[in-house]
């Protein structure tokens, strides 16, 4: 019941970049101006792919994404101050109202209430002019 609350209240998507940044072909450290935590176990981090994705609609897109950013292209480490790591090893593309997304998760799970305050972002290829947000468990249509 407490999670459906929070849910309600707190989930979301939040801005984690104010301005476009550049992830270079290896590793990029982000400091994060508001630790992050999760509300459920599925929380995400999503990196916009818009324009390394042409495809004008969801069904191309979806084989796009694979060809432009094959399986292990891309991967984040999220670090709290207390040694608390979290591998996002899940991406997945996917096309929302016309954007296009890498969303990255945790196979085993993201910690439940633990503040992250550093990202660690791994791409095999530059993806330049890009916004990174961490996406919650979405709040319920009549909440919007």
């Given at each position: 019941?407490?999670?459906?609350?929070?849910i309600l209240?707190?989930?979301?998507?939040?801005?984690?970049?104010?301005?476009?940044?550049?992830?270079?072909?290896?590793?990029?450290?982000?400091?994060?101006?508001?630790?992050?935590?999760?509300?459920?176990e599925h929380?995400?981090?999503?990196?916009?792919?818009?324009?390394?994705?042409?495809?004008?609609?969801?069904?191309?897109?979806?084989?796009?994404?694979?060809?432009?950013?094959?399986?292990?292209?891309?991967?984040?480490?999220?670090?709290?101050?207390?040694?608390?790591?979290?591998?996002?090893?899940?991406?997945?593309?996917?096309?929302?109202?016309?954007?296009?997304?890498?969303?990255?998760?945790?196979?085993?799970?993201?910690?439940?209430?633990?503040?992250?305050?550093?990202?660690?972002?791994?791409?095999?290829?530059?993806?330049?002019?890009?916004?990174?947000?961490?996406?919650?468990?979405?709040?319920?249509?009549?909440?919007?």
């Amino acid at each position: 019941m407490i999670t459906l609350i929070k849910i309600l209240f707190f989930g979301g998507a939040s801005l984690l970049t104010p301005k476009l940044v550049d992830l270079v072909d290896s590793t990029t450290l982000i400091q994060l101006a508001e630790p992050i935590s999760a509300i459920t176990e599925h929380a995400a981090l999503e990196i916009d792919v818009s324009s390394y994705i042409v495809a004008d609609n969801e069904d191309v897109a979806e084989e796009e994404f694979v060809q432009v950013f094959p399986e292990a292209c891309v991967s984040a480490l999220l670090h709290s101050k207390y040694g608390v790591s979290v591998y996002l090893d899940q991406v997945e593309g996917i096309w929302l109202n016309g954007q296009k997304l890498l969303r990255l998760s945790a196979s085993t799970g993201v910690p439940i209430g633990d503040n992250f305050n550093r990202l660690e972002l791994h791409v095999c290829k530059e993806i330049r002019k890009t916004t990174l947000t961490w996406h919650n468990h979405e709040k319920p249509q009549f909440l919007r």
